[in-house]
C-alpha cells in the first residue's frame, strides 16, 4: 500500500507553475492575476481564501482579494463580477461558494466571462468538458487526474467507480476519466447493491462527503482508493469518506485527508489561471 501524498504533488506543480510564470513574465511584461470574491464570514470559505492568496505568491502571480459582507445585494455582486471580466490585469475570477442565502449561486457563477472560468463551473465550460474540448476543467477533479499520473496509475480499460454526482466533483470527474478511456460507473444515494459495484472498482473515487461511508468490504483487494471527501469529526479532526485504517491494507494506493486531494485543488486552480492567461494573451 502507498500513500498518495497530495502535498508534495501539489507543492512540484506550483514550483513549475512558477518557473513558467517567471518566463512568461521576462517575455510579455505581463502578470497571471486571480481575483477571489468573498461574500459573508463563512470561516471555511475565509480559511480557502487566504490559502489561495497564499498559493498565488507562490507561483509568482498577482492577487485581488474582494470580501464583501453578507448582507450584499446580488446587483453588487453582479456588477463587480462584471468589472472584473473587464480589468484586463485579471486572467481568473473565482466567487468562493456557498454564497449567502437569498443569493443565485448559478446566476453568479454564469455572469463571469468562460475564459476567466478558473474553477470550470460556467455552462459554456461544463459543455466543453462533456465534449472533451474545454481547457478550464473544475479544480478538484483535475486534481485527482494529476495524482494518478504522477503515480503511473494505468486510468485506460480501467473499472472505476464514482460515488457522488455533484457538478463540483462527480460528474466532472467521471467525464475526464471517460476522456482518458476508462469504464465509469457514478452510484448516488439511490444506487442499488452499492458494494458489489464498488468492489470490483480498480479505482474508487468517493465523493460523497459522509464520515466513513467507505468500508474495507467495498474495495477491491489492490484497488487505487481516492477521498475527496472532507469531514469534520466532534473532536474537530478531518477525515474523509473512507475508513482509512480499515481500508487501506486492502489497497495499493490511497489518499489520506487531509493531505491528498486537499492540496491539488487549490494547485489545479493556479494551473487553470496560467492556462486562462496563456489564453487571454495568445501565448
Known sequence: MQIIDGKKVSAEIIEQIKIETEDLKQSSGKTPGLAVVLVGEDPASAVYVRNKGRACERAGFSSFEHRLPGDT??????????????????????????????????????????????????????????????????????????????????????DVVVLGRSNIVGKPAALLLLKRN???????????????????ADILVSAIGRAGSVTADMVKEGATVIDVGINRGVDGKLTGDVDFEAVSPKTSYITPVPGGVGPMTIALLMKNTLTAFRKQNGL
Do not use: W
Request: aromatic share 2%; glycine share 8%; hydrophobic share 40%.
Open 182 to 200: 476508462a469504464t465509469v460507473t457514478i452510484c448516488h444515494s439511490r444506487t442499488k447493491n452499492l458494494k458489489d459495484i464498488t468492489a470490483r
Open 73 to 158: 445585494p446580488e446587483t453588487d455582486l453582479l456588477a463587480l463580477v462584471k468589472k472584473l471580466n473587464e480589468d484586463s490585469e485579471v486572467n481568473g475570477i473565482l466567487v468562493q461558494l456557498p454564497l449567502p442565502e437569498g443569493m443565485d449561486s448559478q446566476k453568479v457563477l454564469e455572469a463571469i466571462d468562460p475564459a476567466k472560468d478558473v474553477d470550470g463551473f460556467h455552462p459554456v465550460n461544463v459543455g466543453g468538458l462533456a465534449s472533451g474540448i474545454s481547457d478550464l476543467a473544475p479544480c478538484t477533479p483535475a486534481g485527482i487526474m494529476e495524482l494518478l499520473d504522477h503515480y503511473q496509475i494505468p486510468i485506460e480499460g480501467q
